[in-house]
Every structure is written in C-alpha cells, then in structure tokens.
C-alpha cells in the first residue's frame, strides 16, 4: 500500500509538472509519512545513497565534458572530423555524427553532447544550405550516442545499483554506440541521395590537409583512446578516467589559450550546479529504493511476472516497453534510479546479464527523450 502511493503521488506530481527531483523527495516524504517511520530515516538513507566511491567518477565526467565545450576543445573535434567526412555525400551530417562519436568518449553526457556541438554544428549546417529543422534533429539524435560510448554517467549509476563491473559496462557500450552512429551516418546518406533534404557537398581536403587536422587536434581527442586501452586492460578505474579527462582538458585549454578565467570560473559553477542535482537525485531515489524493498515490491513484481510468463525474452519485451513509456515522461537518470532495484530480482530469477541489461536499459531511456526533444 505505501509503494503505492509512493508511486501515485510521484505521478500526480509529474504531471502537475512538479520538477522530478521535488516530485521524487515530496512523494518519499509523503511515504514515510504513512508508514508512521522517524523522519530522521531521509537523510540518514539519502547520505547512504551517495557514500559509494563509483559515484565519484560522476562529478568528473560531468566537469570534463563542460572544460571541454567552454575551453573551446569541442571545436577541435568538430574541425577534425569534418576533413575526415565532411566531403561525403551528406557531409555536415556525418561531421555532427562522427564528433558526437568522438565526444562521447570524453563527457558521457547526451546533454553535454548536444549543447557542446550543437552550438557549433547547427549554425555551420546552415551556413552551408542545411534546414534548421534538420540540423537540430541530427544534433539531438547524435547525442543519444553519449550515453552509450564509454565514458557514461548513466552506466556508473547503473553498475553502482546492480554492483556490475564499470569497466564491463563501459567497455560493452562501445560496439552498439559505434552501430548507432553507422546507421545514423547511413540515414543522413539517404536523405541526401533521395534529395529529401538539401544537403550540399563541401570540397575534399586533400591527405596534407587531413594529416595536419589529425596532427594539430589529435590532443584533443586522445581521452577516449586511453579510456578503451585503459580500462580494457584493467590498467584504470572509472574515477581516475574522469580525474584524467578533466585535468587533461584543463592543461589543453591552458595550452591553446582559447578561453578566459571568467568561462573557466562558469564552466565549474555549472558542473558544481549538475553534480548537485544528480546527486540529490540519487540520495532521494535511494529513499525510495528502501520503501519499495522493505515492502517487498521488487518480489512481488517478479512473482506476478514470471507468474504470466516464464519466457525470458518476453519478459524483458515487457520491460523495455515499460521502460520506453516512462522514457517518454521523465528523465532518465531518475527513470533508471527507480526502476533497477524493482527489476532486479526479475533478473536474477532469469538468470538474465546484467551488462546486457544495463546497455540496453540504458539506450531505452534515451531514445524517447530525444524524439520528444526533436
């Protein structure tokens, strides 16, 4: 009864657009409320929450893919890809695709993605003839590959709830952000060979020219080659990953001298502002995590399910469609916070990969905010 009107009073208040991290402490609140607890309960399973040493990698992706966009380092992605690409059929798509590529092995962030890039590729798009509408909707799309490509915020949160290897996550997100991107790249080809978008093709830059892009920005995109060899042989952990790229870009924004103390001074505010309110997520969602587990919520959701089915590939049909509905109404950090704890018996009991789920749990929530977004 009380996750049930934790879980009804969290809806009322999305829909009465009640911010969620409000909506999440309120609906807790007005749980503990009911079942009579102490309310000195919140904090104490809210500092909990957020005392967990994978969570530290957090506040450092966060802080490298903001350095990268104010110090001016996302432009040198941008210009690198674009004499690798940029003379393809289609081409300033592609460039938008393959640096948001490039990118998300540096901030793990869509939102970090897209407004990094976005500032810069959208009005480069149409200064060369490209739709504004088409532009923006390559951006968004795009940035769904932030997430995948390691390093992932949301991944971290993932493998901190199920206690799943980062390293394993990380590295399993590679293959399918690269497939994302292919078949994105493949999209862009077709709009422009059917001529249902205007898409001008820019000149070749000759192999000099492509040789001196790589030389002159290969600095700033060398984050996501050490991130791969790194954890891929097990030589780095998540947390030293965002140490590195957030002191990496700081010593590259002081070597190229392209940005001022006033951006820098900015640039750590909003990452201070972010940190903040994704960790206030966590240490609510965590609240709600021991309402749901201390009546029994994930059992009983597991039961009734493997009670309609036993089939592990329905079930998880099930899932994903549950899950691409919530995509739809709210963001995906709190969707994955609240969500993983139920599902995870479901999953053990299924003997399912916790790895397999995550990477796909974790594209599920996207795609649904971009669509909106677009």
């Not at 480069?124 to 909707?137: C, I, L």
């Not at 290969?218 to 140490?243: C, S």
Request: charged share 10%; net charge positive.
């Amino acid at each position: 009864m009380i996750s049930l009107i934790l879980t009804v009073s969290f809806v009322g208040l999305m829909f009465l657009r009640v911010p969620v991290s409000f909506a999440i402490g309120l609906s807790t609140f007005i749980a503990i409320l009911c079942m009579g607890k102490d309310l000195v309960a919140i904090p104490q399973y809210m500092i909990q929450g957020v005392t967990s040493v994978p969570l530290l990698a957090v506040p450092f992706f966060i802080l490298a893919g903001n350095l990268f966009n104010s110090l001016g380092l996302s432009r040198r992605i941008w210009d690198f890809a674009l004499s690798v690409v940029g003379h393809w059929r289609g081409g300033m798509g592609h460039v938008m695709v393959l640096a948001n590529m490039i990118f998300a092995g540096i901030s793990g962030s869509a939102l970090a993605d897209a407004a990094g890039l976005g500032l810069i590729g959208i009005p480069a798009m149409e200064k060369h003839g490209y739709r504004r509408p088409f532009s923006t909707a390559i951006t968004l799309c795009a940035s769904v590959i932030g997430p995948m490509i390691p390093p992932s915020i949301n991944l971290v949160l993932y493998g901190v709830l199920v206690q799943a290897s980062i390293a394993r996550l990380f590295i399993g997100g590679i293959i399918p952000g690269i497939i994302i991107g292919l078949f994105m790249m493949g999209t862009v080809y077709y709009y422009a060979a059917r001529g249902l978008e205007p898409c001008p093709v820019l000149p070749r830059r000759s192999a000099s020219e492509m040789g001196k892009s790589f030389i002159r920005n290969f600095p700033a995109f060398i984050v996501p080659v050490v991130i791969v060899f790194g954890m891929g042989f097990g030589v780095i952990t998540p947390t030293e990953v965002g140490i590195f790229a957030s002191v990496y870009a700081l010593i590259l924004g002081l070597f190229y001298r392209e940005s001022s103390s006033k951006e820098l001074v900015d640039c750590l505010a909003k990452s201070v502002l972010s940190t903040c309110l994704i960790m206030y997520i966590i240490a609510v969602s965590t609240v709600a995590g021991w309402i749901y587990a201390l009546e029994g919520t994930p059992q009983k959701l597991a039961e009734w399910l493997l009670y309609l089915t036993s089939n592990k590939h329905i079930v998880l049909l099930l899932m994903n469609l549950f899950l691409l509905v919530l995509g739809c109404l709210l963001e995906p950090i709190p969707v994955l916070l609240l969500t993983t704890p139920i599902f995870l018996p479901v999953l053990h009991q299924l003997n399912v990969d916790l790895v397999h789920f995550g990477i796909v749990m974790n594209l599920n929530l996207r795609v649904p905010r971009i669509c909106l977004q677009r």
